[in-house]
């Protein structure tokens, strides 16, 4: 039996985001209401795929349609939004032998590109997929390139005590005894998203570069998500912001998504608003702290002291002699 592609149903939708909780290769962004937020600040239409094979559902696969200047292009995720990964995620593969689940998979991938090739007709074609989607094989067949990205992850398991051993000396003794007496470490609201954004705004401002995250994106996806799913975490010194993180999570894992910018407040801000996710993650039996990022020279320095595993993702992109500019573009806005 052949698998069917579709692009969702009333039905489907309202399974949608089951199917997200069910598949080893999603994260917070797929989930249905996270897809619509990202296609209004992206300007793009999202077309949310489905693979059948018979009555069991295969996978799933977000695209976005972008068109400018009346040329079509297909996103997953979509450009300038910073989204780390998104991508397909397979369903119901984990009790097949390797040789059907291959199949199955090369099957779906292959049916997802007929009905974009037929449907969008994208003159460039860009794909960022979660690192837990390990085989690129079906994207490679259907002619798409593919490169290498990294990530951190940080074990959070092994439970607090284990972890901080793990820590180099300087983080170590910087979180060991807590936020100094004028320091507070706290998750906030609306107002956290609001001037955590903006810091990092100015810091992307300030070295040349864009940056296309706004408040107004984020409290879309706080507002659409599952209460919990988008947490901000504040730091303050001497009653006044220093600096913070938002994080987005699911079951399983937490994502260090925005935030982090260097700041002057005398005391280790980062340090301190990383331990704290750590921490609360743990107590929530979430098992792992993806660091978003391990290919900056600069920020890995940071993010190496927390004694994370290297993992790689893909990107993978198909696009005609005429459309270097555009490819040029999207890694401008990345």
Same mark, same amino acid.
């Given at each position: 039996?052949?698998?069917?592609?579709?692009?969702?149903?009333?039905?489907?939708?309202?399974?949608?985001?089951?199917? !997200? $909780?069910? %598949?080893?290769?999603?994260?917070?962004?797929?989930? #249905?209401? /996270?897809?619509? =937020?990202?296609?209004?600040?992206?300007?793009?239409?999202?077309?949310?795929?489905?693979?059948?094979?018979?009555?069991?559902?295969?996978?799933?696969?977000?695209?976005?349609?972008?068109?400018?200047?009346?040329?079509?292009?297909?996103?997953?995720?979509?450009?300038?939004?910073?989204?780390?990964?998104?991508?397909?995620?397979?369903?119901?593969?984990?009790?097949?032998?390797?040789?059907?689940?291959?199949?199955?998979?090369?099957?779906?991938?292959?049916?997802?590109?007929?009905?974009?090739?037929?449907?969008?007709?994208?003159?460039?074609?860009?794909?960022?997929?979660?690192?837990?989607?390990?085989?690129?094989?079906?994207?490679?067949?259907?002619?798409?390139?593919?490169?290498?990205?990294?990530?951190?992850? !940080? $074990?959070? %398991?092994?439970?607090?005590?284990?972890?901080?051993? #793990?820590? /180099?000396?300087? =983080?170590?003794?910087?979180?060991?005894?807590?936020?100094?007496?004028?320091?507070?470490?706290?998750?906030?609201?609306?107002?956290?998203?609001?001037?955590?954004?903006?810091?990092?705004?100015?810091?992307y401002e300030s070295q040349g570069k864009s940056y296309g995250v706004t408040p107004g994106l984020v409290l879309a996806l706080r507002d659409g998500l599952d209460e919990g799913r988008l947490r901000p975490y504040v730091c303050r010194v001497d009653g006044r912001f220093a600096g913070g993180m938002i994080t987005l999570e699911d079951d399983d894992t937490i994502y260090r998504w925005q935030g982090g910018a260097k700041h002057d407040a005398g005391v280790p801000v980062n340090d301190l608003v990383d331990w704290h996710i750590?921490?609360?993650?743990?107590?929530?039996?979430?098992?792992?702290?993806?660091?978003?990022?391990?290919?900056?020279?600069?920020?890995?320095?940071?993010?190496?002291?927390?004694?994370?595993?290297?993992?790689?993702?893909?990107?993978?992109?198909?696009?005609?002699?005429?459309?270097?500019?555009?490819?040029?573009?999207?890694?401008?806005?990345?």
């Amino acid at each position: 039996m052949s698998i069917t592609i579709r692009n969702a149903t009333d039905d489907d939708l309202e399974q949608w985001d089951s199917y !997200v $909780d069910r %598949s080893p290769h999603a994260n917070p962004f797929h989930y #249905r209401r /996270s897809l619509a =937020a990202l296609a209004d600040y992206a300007n793009a239409e999202c077309h949310h795929l489905v693979g059948y094979k018979g009555q069991e559902v295969v996978g799933i696969f977000p695209v976005f349609e972008v068109t400018r200047f009346g040329v079509s292009t297909a996103f997953s995720p979509p450009p300038g939004l910073l989204v780390p990964y998104l991508g397909p995620a397979l369903l119901n593969m984990g009790k097949l032998k390797q040789r059907k689940r291959e199949r199955r998979h090369e099957r779906f991938v292959d049916g997802c590109f007929e009905w974009i090739d037929k449907v969008v007709d994208p003159r460039y074609t860009h794909v960022r997929s979660d690192y837990r989607y390990t085989d690129l094989r079906p994207l490679e067949w259907n002619e798409m390139r593919v490169s290498l990205g990294h990530t951190y992850t !940080v $074990d959070l %398991s092994v439970g607090e005590d284990a972890l901080l051993k #793990r820590f /180099s000396s300087d =983080a170590r003794s910087n979180v060991r005894d807590g936020p100094p007496e004028n320091c507070v470490v706290e998750e906030g609201g609306e107002r956290a998203i609001r001037r955590i954004v903006t810091q990092v705004y100015r810091r992307y401002e300030s070295q040349g570069k864009s940056y296309g995250v706004t408040p107004g994106l984020v409290l879309a996806l706080r507002d659409g998500l599952d209460e919990g799913r988008l947490r901000p975490y504040v730091c303050r010194v001497d009653g006044r912001f220093a600096g913070g993180m938002i994080t987005l999570e699911d079951d399983d894992t937490i994502y260090r998504w925005q935030g982090g910018a260097k700041h002057d407040a005398g005391v280790p801000v980062n340090d301190l608003v990383d331990w704290h996710i750590m921490r609360d993650a743990m107590d929530r039996g979430i098992d792992s702290y993806d660091l978003v990022g391990a290919d900056e020279r600069r920020l890995n320095r940071y993010k190496a002291k927390f004694d994370p595993e290297l993992r790689t993702y893909h990107e993978a992109e198909r696009a005609g002699p005429a459309m270097a500019l555009v490819r040029e573009a999207y890694t401008r806005l990345q």
